[in-house]
């Protein structure tokens, strides 16, 4: 399994939109296939900065996500919200 982080700082006054749109983006069937999760966390002592989680099936999956359409609009979204901070991909270890 693999996962996606976006770091992202939202505008305040956009903070609503932008949980709206994790909303929408996490709900079915809009979910993106072989996606396992998404959670999202705000830093308790930064507000409006927000960590996207997403859990994928394997790094394929993942990688098609970040080709997709999908994808991009949510960039673009967040573009549009605020700004994304950092991106990383991990690998979850299995013990």
């Known amino acids: 399994m693999v996962g996606l982080e976006l770091l992202v700082k939202i505008q305040p006054e956009k903070r609503y939109e932008f949980i709206q749109t994790f909303e929408l983006m996490t709900q079915s069937p809009r979910k993106a296939r072989d996606c396992i999760g998404q959670t999202l966390f705000e830093k308790s002592n ?50």
Not at 64 to 93: C, N, P, Q, W
Request: glycine content about 4%.
């Open 46 to 95: 930064e507000p409006n900065s927000f960590l996207w989680v997403e859990d994928w099936k394997d790094s394929e999956s993942l990688e098609s996500y970040r080709r997709s359409e999908r994808f991009r609009s949510l960039l673009g979204a967040i573009d549009v919200l605020g700004s994304l901070v950092k991106i990383r991909t991990f690998t979850f270890i299995e013990e």
